[in-house]
């Protein structure tokens, strides 16, 4: 039995073809997105921009960093179980922090670098369009061959007033907005409990998802970035549609949409049903699973997600958390453990390294960019924290005879 309501009726999806439809649609999307991902490309816009030295820099720690194989031959690992950990940490707040970071991994000689990155940067057009973000991604993806890195497109990100005069002409739509400064429009958030509460992306208001989708798009042509965090479920419903047929798009969805059960992931495996891709698949990469859920519970999602016939979607829990996103002292590493135990695979993700330090919180996300830049030696440490706590839990997850997965630099052999 079929669904008894669509998701969209006739003119929401007219909305969400005329704003793909204004980017050239999915065939020039998909093009577009594959051209900036070339690392030539790259690396030709972020010296023009004037971040051609720091990408110097990263090319020269990449030499350094420690390698899987070295591990696996001091230690003799053998991988005799089923059960595969992905390997992410979150918190890559611009260029020069994810260098530090870089910097501090390639000293030390030892820490792993993770597969997957994740950064909660707000996608103002000033990170997006003046090289930072490209720079970001070159770092990031190109020359330490991160598998995945993920943006954050805030629906609140104040935007000028031709983005939102564009988007209201395409989509024929009206926006409640204000006005945070001279020739900018930004949403009005009306649940905000703090500053940082809802991250200002929960919040997809009547048609918000709307600024939600011209954010990733145009983040996606101006730089290559394919992969999105997505945290409110009608922008999940709205991302499943508008990117059925832009194969080189894809999202995360957020542990912040609270799937603590069963019954409210089967919510979204009804969504992604509902606008498959042609070869079956759903633009929905990744899906990280609440904080509350049990390792029984996450087990059952992983078995139901097979059952489904929906392939190419991770499943993920974090392993330890911002001393403000939650549980003091939380510690999902043991449930993880039973997790690969069963045979599950799981993708492993460190909000912070499970110590208390500063700029280690939820907090240091929504910095202004002077104080971010200002504070960027010191959120790159965190980030090296993370990974080193990744590291070394991934490692210890090998001596079980578990694989785990890496980024490309990690690798002799890639």
């Known amino acids: 039995m079929g669904l008894h309501f669509k998701f969209f009726n006739d003119k929401e999806l007219k909305q969400m073809d005329a704003l793909k439809g204004a980017y050239g649609g999915a065939v020039e999307i998909v093009k577009t997105i594959e051209q900036m991902r070339n690392y030539e490309e790259r690396k030709k816009v972020a010296a023009e921009k004037g971040f ?30 089923e059960g ?38 707000a996608l103002s057009e ?37 983005s939102y005069a564009r988007l209201e002409k395409i989509t024929g739509e009206k926006f409640e907005t204000y006005v945070p400064q001279a020739g900018m429009r930004a949403l009005v958030l009306k649940n905000m409990g703090t500053v940082f509460g809802n991250l200002g992306g929960v919040e997809v208001a009547n048609n918000n998802h709307l600024v939600y989708l011209d954010g990733i798009t145009r983040a996606a042509v101006n730089t ?23 194969k080189n798009l894809t999202f995360k969805i957020s542990m912040l949409l609270s799937t603590q059960s069963p019954m409210q992931f089967r919510m979204l495996l009804n969504i992604f049903k509902e606008y498959l891709r042609d070869d079956g698949t759903t633009p929905i990469y990744e899906v990280n699973l609440g904080n509350g859920m ?15 016939g929906i392939t190419g979607v991770s499943l993920a829990a ?21 997790v690969l135990a069963s045979g599950t695979n799981i993708t492993i993700k460190y909000e912070s390294d499970g110590t208390s330090r500063p700029m280690d919180t939820m907090e240091a ?17 965190v980030i090296y924290y993370k990974c080193v706590r990744c590291s070394k839990d991934a490692k210890d997850i090998m001596k079980m005879g578990h694989k785990a997965t890496f980024a490309d630099i990690s690798y002799r052999s890639k």
């Not at 110097?56 to 230690?75: H, M, N, P």
């Not at 519970?297 to 489904?308: D, G, R, V």
């Not at 003091?328 to 993880?336: G, I, L, M, R």
């Open 84 to 121: 595969v950990a992905t390997t992410q940490v979150s918190g890559f707040q611009g260029a020069p922090v994810t260098l530090r970071g870089m910097q501090r991994m390639a000293e030390d000689g030892e820490t792993l670098v993770p597969a997957e990155f994740i950064s909660v940067m």
């Open 52 to 81: 051609g030295e720091m990408l110097e820099k990263a090319e020269q720690y990449a030499g350094t960093l420690a390698k899987v194989e070295d591990f696996i031959e001091k230690e003799n690992i053998q991988f005799t179980k």
């Open 294 to 308: 049990s390792p029984e519970m996450f087990i059952q999602c992983a078995n139901e997600l097979k059952e489904s």
């Open 318 to 338: 974090h392993l330890r958390i911002n001393p403000d996103l939650g549980l003091k002292d939380f510690d999902w590493t043991e449930n993880a453990h039973n």
């Open 365 to 381: 996300y929504f910095l202004s960019k002077e104080d971010r830049l200002a504070h960027a030696e010191q959120i790159g440490d």
């Open 126 to 162: 000033d990170y997006v369009l003046n090289g930072e973000l490209i720079t970001t991604l070159a770092m990031a993806e190109n020359i330490m061959g991160a598998s995945k890195y993920c943006n954050t497109n805030l629906v609140g990100t104040p935007l000028s007033d031709e």
């Open 224 to 246: 290559g970035g394919d992969f999105y965090l997505n945290p409110s479920w009608s922008s999940i419903a709205a991302a499943c549609y508008y990117a059925r047929d832009i």
